[in-house]
């Protein structure tokens, strides 16, 4: 597509309830990431996928978060049980998987915990 | 690691007026350098980038960044400010081997005096 498409663009939950966030990378992009942003926060670093090698899951805050990347392309964010702490905007990029190109950000899924 | 600080979380400017946002960063070798821009309920979107060449680098919007390897420093600038420029301003750091993850400052939110 011409962009990094994000879907919800909102969702408000329950807590305890599971959520997907999903992300249509631009085509042809190989590496996918996802960060997350609080509220008067910076951008936190969730994982990233890059082509077909493992992806780097170092920045998940919990093991109620996964994340998957199916055919390279389109990615699911997940998170089991939410908590309130969970609420905020999770932000999914992608690249040409270079160093120095740059993301596309899509413009985000903002999650809200009640 | 990489570390990104960028010292203001608040900065107001008339309109007209010109503008520098600081941002210094932590890394052993040559940084991958950039400055993204976020409106109010977009994502992000890239203004200028480094890696190598001349320090002194031009993005979109007016907008251009210095990098000084002697201060860890890439402060972005603009010599007249526009209403529309209020936005909040995002350095990012990538790193030369090892992960291709950016790492990103706090943000910085302008605001515009008309």
């Known amino acids: 597509g011409a962009g990094v498409s994000q879907s919800p663009s909102n969702k408000v939950t329950e807590k305890g309830k599971d959520v997907e966030l999903r992300c249509d990378p631009i085509?042809?992009?190989?590496?996918l990431y996802w960060y997350r942003q609080s509220l008067g926060q910076g951008l936190e670093f969730l994982i990233y996928?890059?082509?077909?090698?493992?992806?780097?899951k170092s920045g998940l805050p919990s093991d109620r978060f996964s994340a998957e990347r199916t055919g390279g392309s389109v990615s699911t964010l997940t998170i089991q049980r939410t908590q309130q702490e969970d609420s905020a905007v999770y932000l999914c990029a992608s690249s040409l998987g270079d160093r120095g190109h740059g993301y596309t950000f899509g413009s985000g899924t903002r999650l809200t915990v009640v | 690691a990489q570390s990104v600080t960028q010292p203001d979380i608040h900065i107001t400017v008339s309109e007209g007026a010109s503008l520098e946002l600081r941002c210094n960063y932590s890394?052993?070798?040559?940084?991958?350098l950039f400055w993204y821009v976020q409106s109010p309920g977009q994502g992000l979107q890239l203004l200028l980038k480094?890696?190598?060449?001349?320090?002194l680098v031009q993005g979109i919007k007016g907008f251009e960044a210095e990098f000084k390897r002697s201060q860890s420093s890439f402060n972005l600038r603009k010599p007249s400010v526009h209403w529309s420029d209020a936005a909040e301003y995002f350095c990012a750091v990538g790193t030369s081997q090892g992960t291709y993850k950016y790492i990103f400052g706090t943000g910085t939110r302008l605001k515009v005096l008309a």
């Open positions: 480094y890696f190598s060449g001349d320090t």
């Open positions: 996928f890059q082509g077909n090698s493992a992806p780097d």
């Open positions: 085509s042809g992009h190989t590496a």
């Open positions: 890394y052993g070798a040559t940084p991958y």
